[in-house]
């Protein structure tokens, strides 16, 4: 051989044009190895490495046209007939050909690529677990904190902190965004969903207290750190009566200062809007989070404590009681005008529907007491207004009673038949997504042989892979036409500077119903079950299939 | 669909290096070098010619030890007709000239 062969040139256009003909296509082989045949006739290496290059030109069309011949063919089916087995009769192939599949399956991805299905396809999901979240979404607000402690956004890193679940993590995340911000320092007063607070009360409970001094709430926690225990222990032993209930924080002078404190405080505020619009604004700036990590945001809010609120208010009327009993008629009806204006606080300025029915039932409870002391005094013209008082009050709960029942009977059947469809829809792609998936891969990885006795599953399968691609198309814009009510709710929740109107549209009105097992408004907390089953069972049936049709065929 | 082969000026001119000596084998990198067509495209003019029948095909017979046989090329009775007729067509249309008139 001479020098110059075994030139780099040389070797590089030899061993490309080898490396081609090893996946050359079947029917144009002999063209290549007819062109690599000649290398051996070049003498000058550039004219070598020019009919290489010419080599892989040809490899390239040969191997486009040989994909697109392939793609022409039904799923399963090969190009050269000699890939049957000797004495075996012609496979049974599914009608439509690889080109029509891969088509309804490329429409599908682009479907499922738009930013409405995606919203779709993430709250149908969560509705499945009853908005609990899953591990995805708990990775999607990692990812979120990093980034905003990159790039210091204290509201994202305040936000995050308060869906995480508790942790280390969580705390640094919060204590970062107050020392960013300090006006988040409300943050500290958010809790888990267990009712435990979730900041350290050293730290974050005093922070708090410090920067909102003629605020009620922050008292109300701190007070309710005290109380808690005592209550888990009380209720672990046996059902207590309201006297040891009472009983059991009212001996505790701290406990007494901080309900104190609250209920003398100029000013209430749960916080509720400014959470509402932090998670609104991290929402429209991150579309992407899913409903379970919105409604995780605000099931975290802390709400005062009711037990506590209700055993002050008790304590205050019962000690004025003993004073009027004692002759001591102003002290009575100033301890009682001063739970009535924690009360008219509580329900006026709180946020929350359920801050709404505590202050106006506290009222309630100290303008009778007000109402008989006016009486006893004989002090008709105050018992009187105290009288107008508690129809104002009970007008208020009436008025609050059927603002939770803002569904008709047949509204809410609507509301569950629409749930039905989405559902029904979002399981069948699911379905369809399996059977397409399961009948193409067995086609072409040919886990079916043909000409075996195992005809009918092969029928079957070529069915399914025939009319499942293009049920799973349909079955993705079903789903997609469906969830736009579901969408709307989204778009204006978004949109929406309420807290507590956010709350409603949100759960009663919407995505509660999705999560609802069928029919069950009024129990919106329980979680699909039903569809994650007949998903589960379906596929057990398909397996089913497969292992019998396996076994016959081993046995065969 | 039936193959289609346009003529181009690098089919002709390889229609004209195989009628030059229309009896005689040629193999493909002999026709490279007389018409100066690159690889790359000779070989699917050559395909679409053997395709359609005009082209005689066979592997070189008497090979020396060391070198794989070679691929030879002819045009059949049909393809040297209907190449005098292209190459006819393409001169009347001034599209082609021959090599020696190009000389």
């Known amino acids: 051989m001479p020098a110059s062969r075994q030139s780099l040139s040389f070797r590089l256009a030899h061993s490309s044009l080898q490396l081609a003909l090893r996946h050359w296509p079947d029917e144009s082989r002999q063209w290549g190895h007819a062109l690599a045949a000649e290398l051996d006739e070049i003498e000058k290496p550039f004219e070598a ?45 599914p009608k439509r050909s690889r080109l029509f599949t891969a088509a309804i399956l490329l429409s599908t991805a682009v479907v499922l690529f738009l930013p ?24 999607g607000l990692q990812n979120l904190a990093a980034r905003a402690e990159r790039e210091n956004d204290a509201r994202t890193l305040a936000f995050v902190s308060l869906v995480l679940p508790h942790s280390e993590r969580a705390t640094t995340f919060a204590n970062h965004a107050v020392a960013l911000d300090p006006a988040l320092v409300w943050i500290y007063a958010s809790s888990r969903v267990d009712g435990r607070p979730e900041f350290e009360p050293k730290e974050g409970l005093a922070r708090l207290l410090e920067s909102d001094r003629d605020n009620a709430v922050p008292e109300l926690l701190a007070a309710r750190i005290i109380s808690e225990p005592r209550y888990y222990a009380l209720i672990s032993h046996h059902t207590p009566s309201d006297q040891e209930i009472e009983a059991a924080v009212t001996t505790d002078q701290a406990w007494i200062a901080h309900m104190d404190r609250a209920f003398r405080a100029p000013r209430y505020d749960g916080y509720f809007d400014r959470h509402w619009q932090l998670t609104r604004e991290v929402w429209n700036h991150h579309p992407e989070l899913s409903a379970s990590v919105i409604f995780n945001s605000l099931w975290v809010h802390s709400l005062p404590d009711v037990l506590s609120i209700r055993n002050y208010g008790n304590y205050l009327v019962h000690s004025a009681q003993r004073a009027s009993d004692g002759g001591h008629a102003a002290e009575a009806e100033t301890l009682l005008k001063r739970v009535d204006d924690f009360g008219r606080r509580m329900s006026e300025q709180g946020q929350a529907d359920f801050e709404h029915v505590v202050g106006l039932s506290l009222s309630h409870q100290a303008t009778t007491q007000l109402r008989n002391l006016y009486q006893t005094q004989g002090n008709e013209h105050k018992a009187q207004q105290a009288e107008q008082r508690l129809k104002v009050i009970d007008a208020r709960i009436d008025g609050l009673v059927h603002s939770f029942q803002r569904l008709g009977p ?78 709307q709710i989204l778009r204006s929740a978004r949109s929406l500077t309420s807290a507590s109107a956010a709350w409603h549209s949100l759960h009663f009105e919407g995505l509660f119903t999705l999560s609802s097992t069928l029919g069950a408004l009024e129990q919106p907390f329980t979680p699909v079950r039903f569809w994650q089953s007949f998903i589960c069972a379906l596929v057990a049936l398909a397996l089913f299939v497969v292992v019998r049709g396996f076994l016959r065929y081993k046995l065969a | 669909m039936g193959i289609r082969l346009r003529s181009s000026r690098q089919t002709l001119a390889i229609l004209e290096a195989l009628l030059a000596c229309p009896g005689h084998w040629h193999h493909g990198y002999a026709i490279c070098r007389q018409t100066s067509v690159p690889s790359g495209t000779l070989y699917p003019i050559l395909m679409r010619l053997d395709k359609l029948g005009w082209l005689d095909t066979k592997w070189e017979e008497s090979v020396p030890q060391g070198r794989p046989p070679r691929h030879l090329y002819r045009l059949t ?27």
């Open chain 1, 49 to 93: 490495l020019q009919w290489a290059l010419g080599g892989l030109m040809l490899f390239s069309r040969a191997s486009a046209s040989h994909f697109l011949a392939w793609l022409k063919l039904p799923v399963g089916s090969r190009l050269s007939p000699t890939s049957l087995l000797p004495g075996s009769s012609s496979p049974i192939l």
């Open chain 1, 116 to 139: 409405q299905s995606r919203e779709a396809i993430s709250t149908v999901r969560a509705s499945w677990n009853g908005y609990r979240g899953y591990d995805s979404d708990l990775r």
């Open chain 1, 410 to 487: 047949a509204q809410a059947r609507a509301f569950d038949r629409r749930a039905l469809f989405v559902q029904l829809s979002a399981a069948l792609a699911v379905l369809f997504a399996i059977a397409a998936a399961f009948s193409l891969f067995a086609l072409e990885l040919r886990f079916l042989k043909p000409g075996r006795r195992i005809t009918q599953l092969r029928h079957a399968v070529c069915i399914a892979a025939d009319w499942a691609p293009l049920a799973l198309l349909l079955g993705c814009v079903g789903l997609l036409w469906l969830f736009q009510p579901y969408a």
């Open chain 2, 77 to 103: 009775g049909n393809g040297r007709e209907w190449a005098h007729e292209e190459l006819r067509s393409a001169q009347q249309r001034e599209f082609w000239k021959p090599a020696a008139s190009q000389a």
